[in-house]
């Protein structure tokens, strides 16, 4: 049972390059979210999903996009990467009673 | 809107005292309050919750927290600290009971000194 799997571990882009953060899971819950974690600070929610065919926006959203065509993925699609999005990424299936996170993509745009 | 303060951003311990660890959240509405715990390059792992019912909240690996209504706390403790538990730990606040849409505070760095 892997839980919740993100790729890549480690992401170097370019400024202006587009990239696709993939998390899987194999738990079947329906709500899944992604956070971004900087320095000093705690994780901010970027966009969440209830369910397949449905996401809305967290707090800080722009320069992002997501798409939930199935139960197990929740990709988040940068599409003209900036430095400011250089971080720590984390997504999340969320059952009834916990969130379970995945080990982050530690991404970097120079 | 909800927000979370924590009271320090590194505690250091000796091994064998006792950890207290800040919370204070704001919620316009009843909260549900949650603590984790980040290893160095891992995700979080959920250590305790309150939801709803007792207000004392028992979680794993020895950690406790009590969540305090009239001084809007949510204070994480345990009574003897490890080595082990030398770590990033996070509070957080949400308006659903799975965490779901949770506001996070900024984290409190613990060292534990032998």
């Known amino acids: 049972n892997a839980g919740v799997t993100q790729t890549p571990k480690f992401q170097v882009l370019k400024t202006g390059q587009s990239m696709t953060l993939q998390c899987a899971q194999d738990m079947n819950h329906e709500y899944m979210s992604w956070y971004r974690q900087d320095p000093g600070m705690g994780l901010r929610l970027i966009h969440y999903?209830?369910?397949?065919?449905?996401?809305d926006q967290g707090e800080v959203p722009n320069g992002y996009n997501v798409s939930r065509s199935t139960t197990e993925d929740f990709p988040l699609r940068l599409l003209s990467a900036a430095p400011s999005q250089t971080s720590v990424y984390f997504c999340?299936?969320?059952?009834?009673?916990?969130?379970?996170f995945g080990q982050g993509t530690r991404l970097t745009v120079v | 809107a909800q927000s979370v303060t924590q009271l320090g951003s590194h505690v250091s311990v000796s091994e064998g005292a006792l950890v207290l660890l800040r919370c204070n959240y704001s919620?316009?509405?009843?909260?549900?309050l949650f603590w984790y715990v980040q290893y160095p390059n891992q995700g979080l792992q959920l250590l305790l919750k309150?939801?709803?019912?007792?207000?004392l909240v028992k979680g794993i690996n020895g950690f406790e927290a009590e969540f305090k209504k009239s001084e809007t706390s949510f204070h994480l403790t345990k009574p003897s600290a490890h080595m082990s538990d030398a770590a990033e730990y996070f509070c957080a606040v949400s308006d659903f009971p799975n965490a779901g849409k949770s506001t996070f505070g900024d984290g409190t760095t613990l060292t534990v000194k032998p």
């Open positions: 309150y939801t709803t019912g007792a207000t």
């Open positions: 999903s209830v369910g397949a065919g449905i996401t």
């Open positions: 999340a299936a969320v059952s009834s009673t916990e969130a379970f």
């Open positions: 919620s316009s509405v009843p909260p549900y």
